[in-house]
């Protein structure tokens, strides 16, 4: 499985979104062609709204929903869809979770998913996942 390309830049911005979030889980998603992301969406996370999971809050677990969720459906039938999904683990860890496996199954959206590890003193780690016969791998990692 070949990971997207996920320029320097745009990771940065996904660190800021996950500093500037902490210590509630960030949550968006890249667009851009099958090759490369070219821009990112930063999303509100809806975790604390209690649609899903009540029994999680914001600082465990991220929803993207409403009008957001609208438009990263949408966005598979213009010139360039969501690619990459991104959220991040508060633990400072970037791992894909039980949770993250249960979830991006039944949510069945062609994409591959970005983790952010981040504490209280700053992004630690990323990495990024693909589902590859039937579990997801990682495939790409990088340390800030």
Same mark, same amino acid.
Request: charged share 25%; aromatic share 10%.
């Given at each position: 499985?070949?990971?997207?390309?996920?320029?320097? #830049?745009?990771?940065?911005?996904? !660190?800021?979104?996950?500093?500037?979030? +902490?210590?509630?889980?960030?949550? %968006? !998603?890249?667009?851009?062609?099958?090759?490369?992301?070219?821009?990112?969406?930063?999303?509100?996370?809806?975790?604390?709204?209690?649609?899903?999971?009540?029994?999680?809050?914001?600082?465990?677990? $991220?929803?993207?929903? %409403?009008?957001?969720? +609208?438009? +990263?459906?949408?966005? +598979?039938? %213009?010139?360039?869809?969501?690619?990459?999904? !991104? @959220?991040? @683990?508060?633990?400072?860890? #970037?791992? $894909?979770?039980?949770?993250?496996?249960?979830?991006?199954?039944?949510?069945? !959206?062609?994409?591959?998913?970005?983790?952010? %590890?981040?504490?209280?003193?700053?992004?630690?780690? #990323?990495?990024? $996942?693909?589902?590859?016969?039937?579990?997801?791998?990682?495939?790409?990692?990088?340390?800030?």
């Amino acid at each position: 499985m070949r990971a997207i390309h996920i320029p320097a #830049a745009l990771l940065e911005r996904i !660190y800021a979104h996950a500093r500037e979030a +902490f210590p509630d889980e960030c949550c %968006g !998603y890249l667009v851009g062609t099958a090759e490369s992301a070219e821009s990112i969406v930063p999303c509100r996370n809806a975790q604390d709204d209690g649609e899903l999971d009540p029994s999680r809050g914001a600082d465990r677990g $991220f929803v993207i929903a %409403g009008r957001e969720l +609208f438009d +990263f459906a949408k966005s +598979f039938d %213009g010139e360039r869809p969501a690619r990459v999904v !991104y @959220h991040s @683990h508060t633990n400072g860890r #970037a791992y $894909f979770s039980d949770t993250d496996r249960t979830m991006a199954r039944s949510a069945a !959206y062609p994409v591959q998913h970005l983790v952010v %590890g981040v504490t209280a003193d700053g992004v630690t780690e #990323a990495a990024q $996942f693909a589902l590859d016969s039937g579990d997801f791998l990682e495939i790409a990692r990088w340390k800030p």
